[in-house]
């Protein structure tokens, strides 16, 4: 496929290697220059063909969605199968569990709850103060 002209990145194939290297979670501009042009020229090519655009979406929802999945896991903790060789060549499975990972879960918390989870807490007085100023001071 020949580098640079939009009109064969609109093909099939050429959709289909965009999103690939998009899964691949290849940055816009590293897919730019797997092109062969510069990053501004593919941000001009997804504004104006959307089929570019929504390719490099889908390619990149797909990992998106994958590393959500693995920080859920992350937060909630898991349990995992270990293959392990013992001296005896025999394989022995190991059951084990991965606690929850606290950074993870604040971090979730934070950005899932902010009212409730942000560091800085915001508290709203209803009512009115009454300020008194005291004009005479006895120096005396």
Known sequence: MGKGKYQEWITEEGLIKLEGWAKDGLTDEQIAYNIG???ATLY???SKYSEIDKSLKRGKEVVDRLVENAMFKEIL?????EETALQSGEIKQIRK???PNPALTIFWLKNRKPKEWRD????EQTGSVNITFVDDIDES
Do not use: F, L, M, P
């Open 37 to 39: 042009i510069n990053a």
């Open 44 to 46: 001009k090519w997804k």
């Open 77 to 81: 903790g898991y349990e995992y199968t």
């Open 97 to 99: 569990y991965a606690r």
């Open 120 to 123: 800085k807490q915001e508290i």
